[in-house]
């Protein structure tokens, strides 16, 4: 008998579905993403551009992003280059590309937003390359893009999360300073063996099949309990030197264990953090954009750019 979770009446109808990551279910999806984007994304706001550009990619050739700015925007702007979700298999939508226009504008930043390479067809590490190569380009680039190197934020929701917190870590590593990391209701461990991970086999939107199912795709042939460095950026030991960090999670979703374990080892590391532990909340509640409980969200979100973006300039 499915659960019945006490969810915002928001999201009370979402469907509860276990997701196959075989190669035609997989292309029939973005199939239909691709679709319905074409029909939702819309003309961007007034007072900001989209520009799609093209990146050069260490393995992949060209990698494409979307280059979003604010009209005016004074030189040396600091920059968020987010990673969507989509359980490293999917494509953005239209709402990725709504939300990513709203932190530019409420935050007065440049927005890179990268159209990384997918799984299956393409998994570990050609999604993850992809996106770190996307931070070097801002760094290489950062007089021509007119922004302050000093002050760039990656960010990213569900898997797009893990992205985010992985090239957090290796530009770490690399002697690269950022000046934080906001991570949506992450992707974080491939063990699948939190709480939550294993409770939660039936919620809306995302559950623990599907969970399971998505770190295999993701990984390819290699072994979800013995993931390569930055896969799985949440079973990392060493965070001391990590950026700035804003974490949200779901109430009812199988990550929220996961990134509120990240949350509390980051700040017992001495990383300056913000757990936001939403209530009533499912995985991707962004949908329903209105929402009072999205919109204090966003508030939050971008208090957190705001924050970064000031303590690095």
Same mark, same amino acid.
């Given at each position: ?9 928001? $999201? ?6 276990? &997701? ?46 979307? &280059? ?26 239209? &709402?990725? *590309? ?9 935050? +007065? ?42 002050? *760039? ?22 002697? *690269? ?27 809306? *939107? ?28 949440? &079973? ?9 960090? $804003? ?41 329903? +954009? ?24």
């Amino acid at each position: 008998m499915p659960h019945t979770y006490p969810v915002h009446p928001d $999201y009370a109808r979402s469907p509860v579905f276990n &997701l196959r990551f075989d190669r035609f279910t997989i292309g029939l999806v973005n199939t239909l993403m691709k679709v319905h984007r074409r029909f939702a994304l819309g003309k961007p706001p007034q007072g900001l551009s989209r520009e799609t550009v093209r990146l050069e990619s260490t393995t992949a050739g060209t990698t494409q992003a979307l &280059l979003l700015r604010p009209a005016d925007l004074p030189a040396g702007a600091p920059v968020l280059v987010y990673f969507h979700g989509g359980a490293f298999a999917m494509t953005y939508g239209a &709402l990725h *590309i709504h939300m990513c226009q709203r932190y530019a504008l409420a935050a +007065q930043c440049l927005v890179l937003f990268v159209d990384y390479r997918l799984a299956p067809r393409n998994p570990w590490p050609a999604g993850f390359d992809d996106c770190y190569d996307s931070l070097l380009w801002v760094l290489q680039r950062a007089a021509e893009l007119g922004v302050d190197a000093s002050r *760039i934020v990656v960010g990213g929701d569900s898997a797009g999360g893990a992205l985010a917190a992985g090239v957090a870590q290796k530009a770490c590593d690399n002697g *690269i300073a950022l000046a934080g990391q906001m991570l949506l209701y992450p992707v974080l461990d491939s063990h699948c063996e939190t709480a939550s991970a294993r409770e939660f086999d039936d919620t809306p *939107i995302w559950n623990g099949v599907s969970n399971r199912r998505m770190w295999r795709a993701y990984l390819g042939t290699g072994d979800p309990l013995r993931p390569p460095p930055y896969a799985a950026p949440g &079973l990392r030991q060493d965070l001391d030197s990590l950026p700035p960090a $804003y974490v949200e999670t779901a109430e009812f979703d199988p990550l929220r264990d996961e990134g509120a374990d990240y949350a509390q080892r980051l700040a017992t590391a001495g990383v300056p953090l913000q757990l936001n532990a939403t209530s009533g909340t499912i995985h991707g509640y962004d949908f329903a +954009q209105d929402n009072p409980l999205v919109l204090q969200a966003l508030q939050q979100r971008t208090a957190f750019l705001h924050s970064c973006f000031t303590a690095a300039a």
